[in-house]
C-alpha cells in the first residue's frame, strides 16, 4: 500500500512535467482555435475591422462620384391597397422633385411596397431626367410662360427682386429646387400634383434666354435689348447670366 501511494504523485508529477515540456506552438495553437479559428481572437477583429473600413471606403467613393450637392423635395406619398385572398396588400407611390439650385430640376416618380424604397426609385428617376432653365440674372425667369398637362395649366412670370416665391403646392418645390427666388405663378384647373408638375415643367421647357436667341439669328444681345428703347443696352447685355 505505501508502494503504491508513492508511486501516485510521481505519475501525476509526470503528466503536469509532460505538459510544461510540450511545444509552445501547440499551446498557442489550442489556445488560437478556443478564441474564434486558426490565427487568435485578434485576427478575427482584424478582420471585422478591415470590412467595416472597406465600406467606409465605398461611401466615401460613392459621395465624389455624386460631386455636386443637390435639393431633394418630397411632393407626394400616394398609398394604394390591393384586395388578395389573405387580406390586402398596400404598395406606395412617390412623388420626388430634385434641383442643383442653380438652374437644373427634375422630377420622378417611384412605386414600391415601402416607402423608402419608393422614394429612393423617384429619386434615381428625377436625376436622370434633369433639365437645364436659363435664369435672369440667377434668381428670376427670362420672359413669362404657359405650360399645360391633361386638365392642369399653369402660368408663370418673372419678378423684381425681392417678391419672393409665390407659388404653392408642388410648384413651390420645383422653383426651391431649380434656384429661383423670385417667381409668381398661377396654377388653374385640376389640383392633381403630377399633372400640376408636368405642366410646370413644359412652361420651363419654352424659357429661353437673350444670348440663346442672339446666337441662333446671329446678333448680338445689345442688338435684341436696344430695339426695345433701351439706352444701357451694352450694360444690360453684360449682365446677363445664364
Given at each position: 500500500?505505501?508502494?503504491?501511494?508513492?508511486?501516485?504523485?510521481?505519475?501525476?508529477?509526470?503528466?503536469?512535467?509532460?505538459?510544461a515540456?510540450?511545444?509552445?506552438?501547440?499551446?498557442?495553437?489550442?489556445?488560437?482555435?478556443?478564441?474564434?479559428?486558426?490565427?487568435?481572437?485578434d485576427?478575427?477583429?482584424?478582420?471585422?475591422?478591415?470590412?467595416?473600413?472597406?465600406?467606409?471606403?465605398?461611401?466615401?467613393?460613392?459621395?465624389?462620384?455624386?460631386?455636386?450637392e443637390?435639393?431633394?423635395?418630397?411632393?407626394?406619398?400616394?398609398?394604394?391597397?390591393?384586395?388578395?385572398?389573405?387580406?390586402?396588400?398596400?404598395?406606395?407611390?412617390?412623388?420626388?422633385?430634385?434641383?442643383?439650385?442653380?438652374?437644373?430640376?427634375?422630377?420622378?416618380?417611384?412605386?414600391?411596397?415601402?416607402?423608402?424604397?419608393?422614394?429612393?426609385?423617384?429619386?434615381?428617376?428625377?436625376?436622370?431626367?434633369?433639365?437645364?432653365?436659363?435664369?435672369?440674372?440667377?434668381?428670376?425667369?427670362?420672359?413669362?410662360?404657359?405650360?399645360?398637362?391633361?386638365?392642369?395649366?399653369?402660368y408663370?412670370?418673372?419678378?423684381?427682386?425681392?417678391?419672393?416665391?409665390?407659388?404653392?403646392?408642388?410648384?413651390?418645390?420645383?422653383?426651391?429646387?431649380?434656384?429661383?427666388?423670385?417667381?409668381?405663378?398661377?396654377?388653374?384647373?385640376?389640383?392633381?400634383?403630377?399633372?400640376?408638375?408636368?405642366?410646370?415643367?413644359?412652361?420651363?421647357?419654352?424659357?429661353?434666354?437673350?444670348?440663346?436667341?442672339?446666337?441662333?439669328?446671329?446678333?448680338?444681345?445689345?442688338?435684341?435689348?436696344?430695339?426695345?428703347?433701351?439706352?444701357?443696352?451694352?450694360?444690360d447685355?453684360?449682365?446677363?447670366?445664364?
Amino acid at each position: 500500500m505505501a508502494d503504491e501511494n508513492n508511486q501516485a504523485p510521481a505519475e501525476g508529477a509526470g503528466f503536469e512535467a509532460q505538459d510544461a515540456g510540450a511545444p509552445q506552438e501547440q499551446q498557442g495553437r489550442g489556445r488560437g482555435r478556443g478564441r474564434g479559428g486558426p490565427g487568435g481572437g485578434d485576427r478575427g477583429r482584424g478582420g471585422r475591422d478591415g470590412n467595416r473600413g472597406r465600406r467606409d471606403d465605398r461611401r466615401g467613393q460613392n459621395a465624389e462620384d455624386g460631386g455636386e450637392e443637390l435639393i431633394e423635395k418630397l411632393v407626394h406619398i400616394n398609398r394604394v391597397s390591393k384586395t388578395v385572398k389573405g387580406g390586402k396588400r398596400f404598395g406606395f407611390a412617390a412623388l420626388v422633385v430634385v434641383g442643383d439650385g442653380k438652374g437644373r430640376v427634375g422630377f420622378g416618380h417611384g412605386k414600391a411596397r415601402e416607402v423608402p424604397e419608393a422614394i429612393s426609385k423617384a429619386t434615381a428617376s428625377a436625376k436622370k431626367k434633369m433639365l437645364r432653365v436659363p435664369l435672369k440674372e440667377g434668381r428670376t425667369l427670362h420672359h413669362d410662360g404657359a405650360g399645360h398637362f391633361g386638365a392642369g395649366r399653369v402660368y408663370v412670370r418673372s419678378a423684381p427682386q425681392g417678391t419672393g416665391i409665390i407659388a404653392g403646392g408642388p410648384m413651390r418645390a420645383v422653383f426651391e429646387s431649380l434656384g429661383v427666388a423670385d417667381v409668381v405663378t398661377k396654377s388653374v384647373g385640376t389640383s392633381n400634383p403630377y399633372n400640376m408638375i408636368r405642366a410646370t415643367f413644359e412652361a420651363l421647357g419654352e424659357q429661353t434666354s437673350p444670348k440663346s436667341v442672339a446666337q441662333r439669328r446671329g446678333k448680338k444681345i445689345a442688338d435684341l435689348l436696344g430695339r426695345g428703347g433701351s439706352q444701357t443696352a451694352e450694360a444690360d447685355a453684360a449682365a446677363i447670366a445664364e
